[in-house]
């Protein structure tokens, strides 16, 4: 065999090689981002569930004489405002996860000022509609944590891999960006302050 002819077929192996590994890490990739779409939209299936118990929640308290209606309004405002913020599973960038979970976030404090309120009002803490509800909610508050975690989890193995060498390549070459994660809310690291 001529030396030209080995040449050619070791340039031949190395591009076969390269086309081989860029299929096996596209794939890998496509697969990876499907896992991360899935856990998103089990995110979003937690959350909806939480946003589908407030109106229930709203009503049972409009129920009691007297209860502050600025505390409501805080929350039907914040629902809407939550509901209306969505972010497409393909373009989970850091910046669209933040504002989704700023306005989640705004939700969480709006129905913790009306359990607050709530404590106010015995007849209403008597009151067993009432008290299911604010179990489920709490059960959902749980649901959201863990769900979040778990996306958090498939968004590392994605991020990790594409970022890896030789798949940085190619998830650059086909568009396979980095997700983002939800992190810790603003204040979260200061302990709160207890008073007896």
């Known amino acids: 065999m001529k030396r030209s002819n080995i040449i050619l077929l070791v340039i031949g192996a190395a591009l076969l090689l390269l086309v081989f590994n860029g299929c096996g890490s596209y794939n890998s990739m496509v697969t990876k981002q499907e896992g991360v779409s899935n856990a998103w939209a089990q995110v979003e299936n937690v959350y909806q569930r939480r946003l589908d118990l407030i109106p229930n ?12 209606q600025k505390t409501l309004t805080d929350v039907i405002e914040a629902r809407a405002k939550a509901s209306s913020m969505t972010v497409d599973a393909s373009k989970l960038s850091p910046e669209q996860i ?78 396979f960006d980095k997700k983002g994660y939800f992190e810790a809310d603003p204040g979260a690291e200061k302990a709160p302050k207890v008073e007896f």
């Not at 049972?60 to 209860?67: L, Q, S, W």
């Not at 306005?103 to 009002?121: D, F, I, N």
């Not at 863990?146 to 940085?168: A, C, H, M, T, W």
């Open 57 to 68: 929640l709203v009503s049972t308290v409009k129920g009691v004489a007297n209860f502050e």
């Open 98 to 175: 933040s504002k989704f979970q700023s306005s989640q976030g705004e939700l969480s404090q709006a129905l913790g000022r009306l359990m607050v309120v709530a404590e106010q009002y015995p007849q209403l803490k008597a009151t067993q509609n009432f008290l299911e509800l604010q179990s489920q909610l709490e059960g959902t508050e749980n649901r959201i944590a863990v769900e979040r975690g778990k996306f958090n989890d498939v968004v590392l193995d994605y991020n990790s891999y594409i970022r890896k060498f030789p798949q940085v390549l190619f998830a650059g070459i086909f568009g």
